[in-house]
């Protein structure tokens, strides 16, 4: 993808999201909205750039919220300006570590779903719908093991890990989007009980076929699907398991620094002037015709 394929207008986070290119040439599109996703792959084999499109996608998305979780820093970083929240690094000037941020975030966020599971109760619908004007919100999470198994105490990393499963669990009525990527989805980094609610899987070049297969789900690789055999050179080449439920063969678009440079400054200047309705009680009040 380069600079010209930039959209020119801003998209929505209910339209399908563009990832690649299949076998045969053709465009691989997935729609988020509802939706959660997991991307596991070695380093280098291009899973953080396909966390990239998702995040692009979204930025560009006036009815969605980015929440940014980034154990890196760098991954994440370019799109600072266009989120609702950014974990990345330590605050040395407050003394706060960035997994008690990331603790923090989260915990917002379950009370954000707290408050429109209320909502939908109360007004007897099940889910959020386009038509309720709702932002959704898309939490990107990069290198989870470095939150849930590297650094912190082991409480924390509980606390974090327990507080990530609810969020995945609960978000899909109240309009959260978990798109979450690590280098090797094991238990010890994300427990079975997590790992199994990821409705997509998008899995890189692995280094066996028990790897690729914590990523897809168990038993592909029999089946002749695992990312064990893609070529260590191929970056971005990957199967994807998404609506229809079988992996499909895909090459990631790629974004160049130059590229979400640009998407970053189209959205931040687009979210600037936007309305500050990012809150559900906001957002309610103005539906149902109460002074905002």
């Not at 003394?95 to 599971?117: M, N, P």
């Not at 979400?260 to 959205?267: E, G, H, R, S, Y």
Request: glycine fraction near 8%; aromatic fraction near 6%.
């Amino acid at each position: 993808m380069t600079a010209d394929l930039l959209p020119a207008a801003p998209v929505s986070i209910w339209q399908p999201v563009h990832l690649g290119t299949d076998e045969m040439g053709q465009g691989v599109h997935v729609t988020l909205a509802e939706r959660n996703m997991l991307v596991g792959g070695e380093p280098g084999s291009g899973k953080s750039v396909a966390l990239q499109l998702a995040v692009a996608h979204g930025a560009l998305s006036p009815d969605c919220r980015l929440v940014l979780v980034d154990g890196k820093q760098v991954e994440l970083g370019l799109w600072r300006g266009c989120a609702e929240r950014f974990v990345g690094g330590s605050d040395k000037r407050s003394g706060k570590s960035v997994l008690d941020d990331a603790i923090d975030t989260l915990r917002w966020l379950q009370d954000e779903i707290d408050d429109r599971l209320d909502w939908l109760l109360d007004h007897r619908m099940r889910k959020i719908t386009p038509d309720l004007h709702w932002p959704v919100f898309l939490i990107a999470v990069d290198e989870i093991a470095y939150f849930s198994a590297t650094i912190g105490t082991s409480v924390a990393q509980k606390e974090f890990s327990a507080l990530n499963r609810d969020i995945v669990a609960r978000g899909r009525a109240p309009g959260i989007i978990p798109v979450e990527a690590t280098q090797r989805p094991s238990a010890d980094i994300i427990p079975t009980s997590l790992r199994d609610l990821f409705g997509y899987r998008w899995a890189f070049r692995c280094s066996t076929e028990a790897s690729s297969d914590t990523i897809l789900g168990h038993g592909w690789a029999s089946k002749g699907y695992t990312a064990e055999d893609i070529d260590p050179q191929s970056r971005g080449v990957s199967w994807l398991r998404a609506e229809d439920g079988i992996p499909r063969r895909v090459k990631a678009a790629y974004l160049s620094d130059d590229d979400i440079i640009a998407l970053a400054d189209v959205a931040a200047a687009m979210r600037a002037q936007q309305p500050a309705t990012s809150s559900t009680g906001k957002v309610i009040a103005l539906r149902e015709g109460d002074a905002a």
